[in-house]
């Protein structure tokens, strides 16, 4: 089956009652959790932001704390995993200073983490790729969190 445009879906949604509005979305739902995950943010968490940075915040910081500190290989797999569950809410944010406030968090969980990330250079890398990632972020961003971030940013290089 070949998917159609998103125009044509666009068409087609525009032509169809609330309630086969509704049942479509909870069709969606019930076939992917990330549907579910999206359709909760839009419908409950999306009008008080401050609130739900602060939720995946909580859930970041449960992360670090499961995090396997056996190996150097198993605490940066943790890393990818916490960082794609922040890249995650962030798409269904779909605002920049949400993203930015996140990876500026993780980045500062990731600085306090022990053992130290300075110790590998793998570790390193990968800190230093997601702090220029998010300088590029912050120049897409009103001027005064530029600035703000910005002095966050300086913080956590030094």
């Known amino acids: 089956m070949k998917a159609v445009?998103?125009?044509e879906l666009?068409?087609?949604?525009?032509?169809?009652?609330?309630?086969?509005?509704?049942?479509?979305?909870?069709?969606?739902?019930?076939?992917k959790?990330?549907?579910?995950?999206?359709?909760?943010?839009?419908l409950f968490e999306s009008n008080d932001e401050p609130l739900f940075v602060d939720g995946v915040k909580k859930e970041i910081d449960e992360q670090f704390k499961g995090i396997n500190k056996k190996s150097q290989y198993l605490i940066k797999k943790g890393f990818r995993k916490i960082l794609r569950t922040i890249?995650?809410?962030?798409?269904?944010?779909?605002?920049?200073?949400t993203e930015v406030e996140?990876?500026?968090?993780?980045?500062?969980?990731?600085?306090?983490?022990?053992?130290?990330?300075?110790?590998?250079?793998?570790?390193?890398?990968?800190?230093s790729r997601l702090l220029e990632t998010i300088r590029k972020k912050v120049t897409l961003l009103h001027e005064d969190l530029q600035f703000d971030y910005g002095t966050e940013l300086n913080s956590l290089t030094n």
Request: net charge positive; proline share 3%.
């Open 5 to 7: 445009t998103v125009k």
């Open 33 to 42: 959790k990330e549907n579910k995950e999206l359709l909760t943010y839009l």
């Open 102 to 127: 996140l990876l500026v968090y993780f980045c500062t969980k990731l600085n306090r983490f022990t053992p130290s990330i300075q110790k590998n250079t793998g570790l390193q890398n990968f800190y």
């Open 10 to 31: 666009k068409e087609e949604l525009t032509n169809a009652t609330p309630k086969d509005l509704r049942d479509l979305c909870l069709r969606l739902a019930r076939f």
């Open 87 to 97: 890249r995650k809410y962030a798409r269904y944010s779909q605002k920049k200073e």
